[in-house]
């Protein structure tokens, strides 16, 4: 059945993209909107000035739920994508246009549920504009924006992991699972072909059953039976919050990854969707943009931050554009972070330069 007004439905797809209209789609985006995108030939075929192309919002992963709001007989569905906070958007989730044909009705899967983190307040002394003139370091090219407070949220529940090691065993074996590769391919049988590729970090599954010879069955949207996972590739959801420095290191595995305007997968990733989803890896939501994520967690004074906080950045009198990871302790006032670089369209790890520390506006904690 189709996605109707009103109802909610899942992502059946590993990747799919999130599109400002459908009349601002191009040419060269028709493999992302096949009914099975191929996003990584879809961001291959790219040149530099169409990977920042702004007909773009952000991406969702399979199984990420979604309401809908609207649909058209060509295709197109309007949705709120209810697993990436936006407040300046909308009070429940990100909005935008997907394909109707990336969609399944949730009855077809049972996703990993969420539920409100006690998290504590958002910093009430940031609103996601920048101060008059710069406060402290560093600057940085466009990203996708937002505003307005929304805490982290934890996924998952049920006894202590640590979040590392096969997920076929355990006190963890029946929580969700989340991808822990850069991608991964499911299958039909446990010996079988590939039936769904490009599973990207950070999904979510369901288990469907025990392992048999290293594969773990896993509930798909949009199919009646069972997939298959490699084992080795899954690890279970985080009941407790990570440390900030395992999430640092789940983004250093990035680096040198290719920067795309919204996106938000190891295909292709922008700043704060570098940020969603090494937290989204440990269970945590985090808002989907910069400014948003600055209202969503707490200052620290700059010199006290460590590795795994945020640096936010904006110029004067403007709302934050940018986010990049601490990366090292500040020595000297030399600071590093990890980002996803608009200026070089990669994933870089870097000291901070002069044109950067001109619109540094705080270091933050999630």
């Known amino acids: 059945m189709a996605p109707q007004p009103g109802h909610r439905a899942v992502v059946r797809v590993p990747v799919a993209t999130l599109w400002t209209a459908p009349e601002a789609v191009r040419p060269i985006d028709c493999p992302a909107l096949a009914g099975s995108p191929d996003v990584a030939a879809w961001i291959a075929g790219m040149d530099r000035d169409q990977l920042v192309g702004d007909c773009v919002l ?5 199984g990420e739920p979604v309401r809908v709001t609207e649909t058209r007989p060509d295709g197109w ?4 994508a209810l697993g990436q906070p936006a ?12 394909r109707a044909a990336h969609l399944a009705d949730p009855a077809d899967a049972d996703p990993p549920s969420t539920h409100p983190a006690d998290a504590g307040p958002a910093d009430p002394a940031l609103s996601g504009t920048a101060p008059a003139g710069p406060v402290g370091t560093g ?3 466009p990203g996708p924006s937002g505003s307005g407070p929304a805490g982290p949220v934890p996924a998952g529940s049920g006894s202590a992991s ?4 096969p997920a076929g065993s355990g006190p963890a074996a029946d929580r969700p699972l989340t991808v822990d590769v850069a991608h991964t391919a499911l299958r039909a049988e446990p010996d079988g072909d ?3 590729t490009g599973v990207v970090l950070g999904t979510r599954l369901t288990p469907a059953g025990p392992p048999v010879d290293g594969r773990r069955p896993v509930r798909v949207p949009g199919r009646a039976d069972p997939l298959w996972a490699t084992e080795d590739d899954l690890v279970p959801l985080p009941a407790e919050r990570p440390e900030a420095e395992k999430v640092l ?3 250093e595995r990035l680096r ?3 920067y795309v305007w919204g996106g938000m997968s190891t295909d292709g990733i922008d700043c704060s969707g570098l940020v969603h989803l090494a937290w989204r890896r440990y269970g945590i939501t985090l808002p989907r943009d910069a400014d948003d994520q600055a209202a969503a967690t707490s200052r620290v004074p700059l010199d006290a931050e460590r590795p795994g906080d945020l640096y936010f950045f904006a110029r004067p009198g403007r709302r934050i554009h940018h986010v990049g990871i601490v990366s090292a302790e500040p020595r000297g006032g030399r600071r590093r972070m990890l980002h996803a670089c608009y200026l070089t369209r990669r994933v870089v790890e870097e000291e901070l330069p002069a044109d950067r520390i001109a619109t540094l506006v705080g270091a933050h904690r999630v």
């Open 256 to 258: 040198d990854l290719v």
């Open 194 to 196: 590939a039936a769904l």
């Open 162 to 165: 640590s979040g590392s090691g």
């Open 249 to 251: 290191a789940v983004a």
């Open 87 to 98: 407040a300046k958007l909308g009070a429940d989730g990100y909005p935008g246009w997907l």
């Open 58 to 62: 952000t991406q969702l992963l399979l």
């Open 77 to 80: 569905v309007r949705v709120v």
């Open 139 to 141: 600057s940085s090219g």
